[in-house]
């Protein structure tokens, strides 16, 4: 059997980010998928005190914690419902909770996504659909004023982590889920949009909210990710393992730039 990385020791882990070039001072922008990683003692939260260690007391780790769990117009809740009639279609419906950011889990992000949630001294946005979770001293900058009609846009986290210069990593995870992608959709001109709808709370009472938004599509994400890397300049994406995964660090800025005009050339109709 090939031999991989022991990360089963947080010193050891910690090492393989710096050596991917994670910095003291960094934000960082995390998709994890602790499977492709390998055994790490303490699980998810052995992988975020080695991240919080790389980044430093200065530096902030972001993740998105998003819950299509409580809409009806995810393709979660379509793959739920699928063979349902429509009496279990109702009850489905009835028994989504609202969101509330202290209490509604991400359960389709992943075990490190729920540990940064619910972590003592982590914070989250507050958009019912697509909210981030973030731990360390830029978290609140970094999150606030994610508005409630914004999944990914100029009035979300991804905007402020742009600003913010911040980068990337894909811990054992590839550009499908590459979530900095979609702020380039939100750039494209006159970029298509649609209707959502969720559950959430007005002042105590359960509702359901509908609005309207850029139409997101990650389909292309795979293809649009091997042409970044393809044109990338030095320095903007750095390759190396993680224990048994091969990881990527890219600077988020960079990424979504060329994004919006890779997205406007191949996605405009008859392209």
């Known amino acids: 059997m090939k031999n991989v990385p022991d990360v089963t020791d947080r ?16 934000v960082l922008l995390v998709h994890a998928s602790l499977r492709s990683l390998g055994p790490v003692a303490g699980g998810a939260r052995g992988v975020l005190g080695a991240l919080r260690r790389a980044v430093g007391p200065t530096g902030t780790v972001v993740v998105p914690a998003f819950t299509p769990e409580n809409s009806d117009t995810s393709p979660h809740y379509r793959e739920r419902v699928r063979d349902l009639d429509a009496g279990a279609v109702d009850a489905v419906r009835a028994a989504m909770p609202a969101y509330d950011p202290a209490l509604t889990p991400a359960p389709s992000m992943g075990a490190l996504a729920e540990t940064v949630r619910t972590a003592a001294g982590g914070e989250r946005s507050a958009h019912p659909q697509t909210s981030f979770a973030a731990l360390g001293p830029g978290a609140g900058r970094l999150l606030v004023g994610h508005r409630p009609d914004c999944h990914l846009g100029e009035d979300s986290p ?6 913010a210069d ?5 811990l054992g995870t590839d550009y499908a889920t590459c ?13 298509p949009r649609r209707s ?7 002042r105590g009472v359960r509702r359901w909210w509908e609005y309207e938004d850029v139409a997101l599509d990650d389909g292309d994400f795979a293809a649009l990710g091997a042409a970044f890397e393809e044109a990338a300049a030095e320095g903007d994406v750095r ?33």
């Open 11 to 26: 010193a050891v882990a910690t090492a393989a980010l710096s050596a991917l070039g994670v910095r003291p001072g960094d």
């Open 158 to 163: 991804l905007a402020r982590l742009y600003e």
């Open 166 to 170: 911040a980068r990337i990593l894909l």
């Open 179 to 191: 979530t900095a992608f979609h702020l380039g959709e939100y750039r494209m001109p006159e970029p």
């Open 196 to 202: 959502y709808r969720c559950v959430v709370a007005s």
């Open 239 to 271: 390759v190396g393992r993680v224990g048994a995964a091969q990881c990527r660090l890219v600077r988020l800025r960079p990424a979504v730039d060329f994004a919006t005009a890779w997205l406007t050339e191949h996605r405009t109709a008859g392209s």
